[in-house]
């Protein structure tokens, strides 16, 4: 089970360092190789395939509700990577300006919209957040429910984990 995790926290570090820290929040993102687009593609079905098995054995429903759950927990996923990319981003920007020989006053007046761009898209991951969990939770018994909050924050929790000791261990990959 271990492994899936470790592939996914690789490849959505790896994702997140594709695009150069100091780009602009906006533009769109270069294309991956074909190959890396396959690898990553193969990767994430292994992860979907692993939360489809843990949600069917967690909560002992169907395998067509488990993929359907599974199904929503990755564009969940996919929505809250794009918003974290474009959240470090700005953190990037905002400590370039802040570090920068600019006068105060300057650095003021160019950081102010960043931050106001930064704490957007910090309330859009709250409330997608809610909107996600509300969604997975709605169709499920409490007992369901419970187990769910569980497993999901179990999952997470290694996925952080892992990608704090792939940082710790090798750097950057």
Not at 108 to 116: D, N
């Amino acid at each position: 089970m271990f492994r899936p995790l470790l592939l996914l926290a690789l490849t959505t570090a790896l994702t997140a360092q594709q695009e150069p820290a100091h780009a602009p929040a906006s533009p769109a993102p270069a294309l991956p190789a074909p190959g890396k687009v396959a690898q990553e593609g193969h990767i994430l079905a292994q992860f979907y395939q692993m939360r489809v098995t843990r949600i069917q054995q967690t909560l002992g429903i169907s395998e067509d509700r488990a993929k359907a759950l599974a199904e929503r927990w990755g564009r969940w996923d996919r929505d809250f990577i794009g918003r974290a990319r474009q959240m470090m981003q700005l953190r990037s920007q905002l400590n370039q300006i802040l570090v920068s020989p600019a006068s105060e006053e300057d650095k003021c007046a160019k950081v102010k919209p960043l931050v106001e761009q930064f704490l957007d898209l910090r309330q859009q991951q709250e409330d997608a957040k809610h909107k996600f969990e509300a969604e997975m939770l709605k169709s499920l018994t409490p007992a369901q429910q419970a187990r769910m909050i569980l497993l999901v924050e179990d999952i997470q929790t290694r996925i952080r984990e892992t990608l704090r000791e792939a940082r710790r261990g090798g750097g950057r990959f």
